[in-house]
């Protein structure tokens, strides 16, 4: 142990993008959601996380993007680590690579992001996703256990091991064993493109964890929409991505991202992500989409947007983003440039 005398690997995870959020917790320290979500995998943001297994007592570390992580006060990364051991613990074979019998460990992560930390960007799906699928080829863990180990550093990030179209299944039994995510539809739908603007790359005011906290205690929307919309919206989804139906998908995703940031303006003191650019953002979306359906906006814990479209309309998208924002024309023909090159 570390199995096949591996003590080290290197794995690159992509970011998800919720279509139906997951807002609430039911349990906070397994992380149990109170509904079900589903997301898309964004496959061109990822980390990409180093993870080693040291034998030995020692200190845990974590690197994100050249930054030691203060694990005192990110209790999450702990807590995965001990879970880690924990099963490593369970399995009959304790010695490590060199046949030595060792119970002892410690962990040294380096993480690097092509994308901005906690700006309501699932960064931390991505990072602690990527933990765990490390920690399960060194031990060589099965996927429930590696999706349970992803989901107790982050909730999200259990959908971020799949690929495509990813369902996070609530469970109802208390220990979470039925708590879990699957990837939904066999054949990924890969001309859908998701354009990130990045409006605010700073650190949120409320981080998730106390927005949901909040919302649970105080909103008085957040029951109506567990249990009457999500279990229909999460149906409609994955009708429509394998169905190909890009109007309704889109339809969905918007009206689902406006319902949960309903929800965190419904909490006490209310809880705003949304800033001007966002909105701004939104009322471009309305307009392009004015004679058919072409693009959805979604914006998570943050302001920063998602917009998803098919590659057909990409770059008419991006050109109506570029003229509505009013950049001097020199900067547009060099955007225009670069625009060619990435999709032609
Ligand atoms: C989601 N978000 O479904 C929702 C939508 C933000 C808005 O999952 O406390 O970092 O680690 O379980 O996963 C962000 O919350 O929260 C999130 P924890 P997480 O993607």
Redesign the pocket.
């Known amino acids: 142990m570390p199995q096949n005398g591996i003590e080290s690997v290197t794995v690159r995870v992509p970011m998800?993008?919720?279509l139906?959020?997951?807002?609430g917790?039911r349990d906070?320290k397994l992380?149990l959601?109170l509904n079900d979500?589903i997301?898309l995998t964004v496959d061109k943001l990822t980390a990409e996380t180093t993870v080693r297994m040291i034998p030995g007592v020692g200190k845990n570390t974590v690197e994100i993007n050249g930054k030691q992580v203060e694990l005192n006060s990110n209790k999450?990364y702990e807590t995965v680590f001990e879970e880690a051991l924990r099963l490593q613990r369970k399995r009959k074979d304790h010695s490590d690579s060199n046949g030595n019998q060792s119970v002892f460990y410690h962990f040294e992560v380096i993480s690097k992001t092509n994308f901005p930390v906690a700006a309501?960007l699932?960064s931390?799906?991505a990072g602690?996703a990527a933990i765990a699928l490390g920690i399960q080829r060194l031990l060589n863990l099965d996927d429930v256990q590696a999706n349970r180990l992803a989901?107790i550093?982050?909730?999200?990030?259990c959908?971020s091991m799949f690929g495509g179209l990813v369902h996070?299944k609530k469970g109802e039994k208390e220990d979470g064993s039925d708590c879990v995510a699957v990837k939904t539809d066999e054949s990924n739908w890969t001309d859908l493109y998701c354009i990130i603007l990045v409006f605010n790359d700073g650190r949120k005011k409320v981080?998730?964890?106390e927005?949901?906290k909040r919302t649970r205690e105080t909103s008085t929307l957040l029951k109506y929409r567990i249990e009457s919309i999500v279990p229909k919206r999460i149906e409609q989804i994955k009708e429509a991505y394998s169905n190909r139906n890009f109007e309704t998908l889109a339809h969905v995703i918007m009206a689902d991202s406006n319902q949960?940031h309903a929800v965190c303006l419904d909490s006490v003191p209310p809880i705003r992500?949304l800033n001007d650019a966002s909105w701004q953002l939104i009322e471009i979306i309305e307009k392009f989409n004015e004679n058919e359906t072409r693009a959805a906006y979604t914006?998570?814990?943050?302001p920063n947007a998602c917009v998803i479209v098919q590659k057909k309309d990409a770059k008419s998208l991006i050109y109506s983003l570029l003229q509505s924002i009013e950049i001097p024309s020199e900067d547009l023909k060099s955007a225009e440039e670069e625009l060619k090159e990435s999709f032609e």
């Open positions: 998800n993008i919720a139906v959020k997951y807002w917790k906070e992380i959601p979500s997301s999450r309501g699932a931390s799906a602690f989901r550093g982050s909730g999200s990030a959908r996070w981080g998730s964890s927005g949901m949960f992500y914006f998570d814990a943050g």
